[in-house]
C-alpha cells in the first residue's frame, strides 16, 4: 500500500553524500539505520505503528509484540485505547513464544 515517494532536491543531494563518505553503501541502509534509530528514540510512534499494522491484519499479536518492543500488557492497552478489537489469531507457535516471553520477563523461564 505504499505509494512512491518523491524526494526535494535538498534530501537527494543529502542522500547522495551519505554514501559518498563511504559509512553506507547505498541510501537505503542508510534510510533502513534512521528509521531504526527515530524508532528507537519514540516509543509512542512504535507503539502506534505496532497497532496500525495489527489492525490492518499486517502482523499478528505477537509479532505486534516483538516489533514495538512493548510488553503484552502494553501493547493490549494500547489496542483498547484506540478502539481496536484483539484477534485470535496466533498460531500455536506464537502462544508458546509469548509464554516463554512471559515467562523470562517474569525471571521464571523453564
Known sequence: MMRETTLSPGLRQELAV????????DPEWF??????TFLAARPDLREAMACTMYVRGEISLGRAIEWSGLNIE?????LRRRGIVRM?????????GLAEAALQAAGRRR
Open 18 to 25: 551519505v554514501t559518498a563518505t563511504g559509512l553506507y553503501s
Open 88 to 96: 485470535a489469531d496466533e498460531t500455536a507457535a506464537e502462544t508458546r
Open 74 to 78: 502494553v501493547l493490549k492497552d494500547a
Open 31 to 36: 534510510l533502513a539505520d534512521a528509521v531504526r
